[in-house]
């Protein structure tokens, strides 16, 4: 399938990147937990949607454990229905590690996203024949401290380099999805959307991050979320 290909070019292209002080670790999903993220876009990655659904970077909770982007676990697993081998990164952060679909933390973004999205499809195949989400970037950045860096800080003799291989992704993936719009979760996933497409993609909007570290996320985050989606021309009913 064209977009595995994708991802597994991409896997390959961001593999090949150095990342200094502060980051410490990094760990690249799209390669240990290959098996969950390649049956998530094999089960629902089709043309013609009608938004993609773009975050920023995987969480350590989140797609870092189950390959899927925002992918909280017991969504994951007991929703999307996916709970696939995941393989340990090979050099991991000792307090950072990955168990998969064992983990017991939570991811908060993910919980909000795919608990709305459960909660407003009911069925994972209602949502996923209008929509699919994925990460402009498949890495996630360590400081030693387990802190996490958002690619957005990176220095940028290491920004550019990744932003390069991500926009081409990116415009490759637009390319097989051929979707009305492209939604940015957040501003970042916005901004660099209209970097990679330009004016000849679909147009770019944006949507609140469902991220805890957001005040206005906190005071209702799928309320706001709908209301926007509502201003873009998106008909939930």
């Known amino acids: 399938m064209e977009l595995t290909r994708i991802t597994r070019k991409l896997s390959r292209a961001v593999g090949g990147l150095s990342f200094g002080p502060p980051v410490s670790h990094v760990y690249n999903p799209l390669d240990y937990a290959r098996a969950p993220s390649e049956t998530y876009l094999k089960r ?44 340990r990164p090979k050099r991991e952060h000792p307090k950072r590690p990955i168990s998969g679909f064992e983990c017991q933390r939570s991811e908060v973004s993910g919980a909000r996203l795919w608990g ?6 009911v069925t994972p195949e209602a949502f996923f024949a209008r929509f699919l989400v994925w990460n402009y970037c498949p890495l996630v950045f360590m400081e030693e401290s387990g802190r996490n860096v958002t690619p957005d800080k990176l220095p940028a003799a290491e920004r550019e380099p990744l932003f390069e291989v991500c926009d081409e992704a990116l415009r490759s993936f637009v390319a097989q999805l051929e979707p009305t719009l492209v939604i940015g979760v957040g501003v970042f996933a916005q901004t660099r959307a ?36 509502a201003a873009m021309g998106i008909d939930l009913k």
């Open 44 to 87: 629902f990655g089709r043309s013609g949607i009608e938004a993609l659904w773009l975050g920023m970077n995987p969480g350590p909770f989140g797609m870092a454990q189950t390959g899927v982007p925002f992918g909280e676990v017991a969504l994951v697993r007991d929703w999307i229905g996916i709970h696939d081998k995941v393989r």
């Open 116 to 121: 709305w999205a459960r909660d407003r499809f």
């Open 194 to 229: 209209r970097a990679a497409l330009g004016d000849s993609g679909p147009p770019v909007k944006v949507i609140l991050h469902p991220s805890p570290a957001s005040p206005l996320a906190n005071r209702g985050w799928a309320v706001q979320a709908e209301k926007q989606l």
